[in-house]
């Protein structure tokens, strides 16, 4: 795994639950699109990851183009934090250190999965 890799993991762990759009992964990495597109295509091959569109009347009621979520799959979670526990043993915690807060983090955001 790369550093960027463990960034984003450490990152989507925060709440494993919530789907992420590649923006919000974005804001709180620090890693442009053009690193973060082919570790989230890493993660979707490897069956980590599964990706989906919202629904679009959740977009057109907030005037803009529908968001590509991503969220883990149910042996995705598992691997990824094994491969993090793994990481953090190898490099320490945190060994990055580049992650921002979220506060609406904690909010879910309601997707139509599919």
Excluded: C
């Excluded at 990706?51 to 979520?69: L, V």
């Excluded at 691997?79 to 945190?94: D, K």
Aim: glycine fraction near 8%; charge should be neutral.
């Amino acid at each position: 795994m790369t550093s960027n890799a463990e960034r984003v993991l450490r990152y989507m762990l925060t709440s494993p639950m919530d789907p992420n759009w590649a923006r919000d992964i974005t804001e709180h990495t620090d890693l442009p699109n053009g690193t973060l597109l082919p570790i989230l295509t890493r993660m979707l091959k490897q069956g980590w990851l599964e990706r989906y569109w919202e629904d679009d009347f959740i977009a057109e009621s907030e005037g803009r183009p529908r968001r590509r979520y991503y969220r883990f799959t149910q042996g995705g979670l598992e691997g990824a934090r094994i491969a993090l526990a793994h990481w953090t043993a190898e490099h320490g915690s945190h060994a990055s250190g580049r992650l921002r807060p979220n506060p609406l983090r904690s909010h879910s955001t309601e997707v139509n999965g599919g």
